[in-house]
């Protein structure tokens, strides 16, 4: 088990205009993004995004090969919605393919290959945010985009900062696990084989120490944040200050056109 | 070296237990840490020495007695932040003490917390990273150093709160002799070149031979304290408490033993060397050096 190729919110450093976006823009930018992608309905909106994403990929500098990979965890659930979709939405007319109780419509084919594309895209954009932005950024962006829900009793601070020690801590729990793990083999434990009943019986003497040590770390953890005088977000100040650019302002007023846009395309059938 | 930035009185600490019979950790500690000193605590586990350095930044307060830091009462709440940013603390392991997944941005932390202003903060990260040899890897993810590398950012995590006291928790016991070496030199020279006061928890003799002043601990209670050279050749009571004494030392006493007449204060190679070197030629009149 290669535990060490999992990826969470990789990121991939460098210094391109998306790069240097403030982190709350492209989260704004995602989200529009997304909104867009549901306002779309017919090809000509669908080519627009598509162009737009292939723009981005390509200004990013991330490389179509980080995106591909990416995909793969996907691509079961992709299959899934693309036949559910081929077989399950009916025209009106006379059905292309018929055998047994299957019927496949060409409108199931257009359905199928709108959400097979959206998914992609749909990924595809949110990979491109995880990719460009470190995890320290994007939890900050995150913290002071959300900053005025604390008005309404939401723990904002408290949830960035869980956040952001849980990327910190992800390396360490997976390097503990294979320590773990080879501890157990060297025992005689078997991780490979058996059912999924007997595999996942196995990962109990797994768990068990994993979860014990995760308990541990957190309680000395907190002892050395009191430490440092760490008393809530209260009077906090940052190293980074998030300062909205020019090119942020221009990025946001192209999102709101964009979904604007995508609207009236929508209302004319497009 | 005048004031005493750290003063314990009759401090007394129990860690209530399930029976209602409280386990007594501290059991009347009376002592001054003087500013700008290095001070070793050495002890055998379960003597007390990690409790009462967690009596230094007020992570646990005494049940008897009292703790001061700098003049102030560690049992005044309001002064807590004060206590916690005069006396900075570095524990044993460092993953489980760093909180971003970025260097630079770990040791901002604790000015952050602070509310220092950021172009500050960005002054003090960078001289707190050079302090620790640790400015080049400013921008690297903390998993990927190595272990004395990560206790360095640990450490420049909490000189960046420009404390006037570090207080270290067997912060070796986790490392490679590497990076024992790293860590030991990088405190050392916190200590001389900007004058922090040290106080550095270990059970490793050679650790605590490089201090100014040894206390070792015992049952809660402190059973020396003087300078390493003259505490270490108390030997027998050391072990009777269960430490060893440095290997120069052991060496020489047990040369003693055995009715020979040499010195006990050798806390180096060459010193022992030196005390051997005397007694041989003494006794049989010849160079030590000429024949090895």
Not at chain 1, 23 to 44: D, E, H, N, S
Not at chain 1, 61 to 81: C, D, E, F, Q, S
Not at chain 2, 152 to 168: D, H, K, Q, S
């Amino acid at each position: 088990m290669a535990l060490k190729d999992i990826t969470l919110g990789q990121y991939f450093p460098g210094s391109t205009v998306l790069h240097r976006l403030d982190p709350r823009t492209k989260l704004v930018g995602t989200v529009a993004y997304i909104v867009a992608l549901f306002l779309a309905k017919q090809l000509v909106s669908y080519g627009i995004l598509l162009v737009l994403l292939a723009v981005l990929i390509a200004v990013s500098k991330v490389g179509l090969k980080a995106i591909v990979r990416g995909m793969k965890p996907v691509l079961v659930i992709v299959i899934i919605t693309a036949v559910l979709n081929l077989f399950y939405t009916s025209g009106g007319g006379t059905p292309l393919v018929q055998f047994w109780i299957f019927k496949i419509y060409p409108e199931g084919i257009w359905a199928a290959v709108f959400m097979v594309l959206r998914i992609f895209m749909l990924i595809t954009c949110t990979f491109l945010l995880t990719y460009t932005t470190s995890p320290i950024m994007l939890t900050d962006g995150l913290e002071r985009l959300l900053g005025p829900l604390k008005r309404i009793g939401l723990p904002v601070h408290e949830l960035s900062m869980m956040m952001s020690i849980a990327l910190r801590f992800i390396p360490t729990l997976i390097e503990e696990t294979d320590k773990i793990m080879s501890a157990q083999k060297a025992r005689g434990a078997d991780f490979d084989t058996g059912n999924l009943m007997q595999k996942a019986k196995a990962l109990l003497p797994l768990l068990v120490p994993l979860f014990i040590s995760a308990f541990r770390r957190a309680d000395e953890l907190a002892t050395a944040m009191e430490c440092r005088c760490y008393h809530g977000g209260e009077g906090r100040t940052r190293l980074r200050q998030l300062k909205l650019r020019g090119m942020d302002i221009a990025f946001l007023a192209g999102c709101l056109t964009l979904c604007v846009g995508i609207g009236v395309l929508r209302y004319l059938g497009l | 070296m005048d004031q005493a930035i750290i003063k314990t009185k009759d401090l007394r600490f129990s860690y209530p237990s399930e029976e209602g019979v409280a386990l007594l950790v501290l059991d009347g500690v009376n002592l001054e840490i003087q500013q700008g000193s290095f001070v070793a605590v050495l002890g055998h586990n379960g003597s007390g020495k990690s409790t009462l350095a967690k009596h230094m930044n007020a992570i646990l307060l005494p049940t008897g007695g009292a703790v001061y830091v700098d003049g102030m009462d560690t049992a005044d709440e309001a002064r807590l932040l004060d206590i916690r940013r005069t006396v900075g603390m570095v524990f044993q392991n460092p993953d489980n003490q760093i909180v971003a997944n970025v260097v630079e941005e770990d040791v901002a932390f604790a000015p952050e917390n602070l509310g220092v202003p950021p172009e500050e903060i960005r002054r003090r990260v960078d001289e707190a990273l050079r302090q620790v040899d640790m400015y080049e890897y400013r921008e690297h993810a903390p998993h990927l150093l190595s272990g004395g590398q990560k206790q360095r950012v640990a450490i420049a995590g909490v000189i960046a709160m420009r404390p006037r006291c570090i207080v270290l928790d067997e912060p070796t016991a986790m490392l490679d002799p590497i990076g024992r070496a790293e860590v030991l030199r990088t405190i050392q020279a916190l200590n001389r070149e900007s004058g922090v006061t040290v106080v550095l928890i270990t059970h490793h003799m050679d650790e605590a031979a490089q201090a100014d002043r040894l206390v070792v601990m015992a049952g809660g209670r402190i059973v020396a304290d003087g300078a390493p050279r003259a505490v270490f050749q108390r030997v027998e009571e050391l072990k009777s408490v269960g430490l060893t004494v440095p290997e120069t030392i052991q060496l020489l006493w047990h040369l003693r033993q055995a009715g020979l007449d040499v010195p006990l204060d050798a806390l180096s190679d060459e010193e022992c060397a030196q005390a051997l070197f005397q007694l041989l030629s003494g006794k049989e009149g010849k160079g030590f050096g000429s024949d090895s």
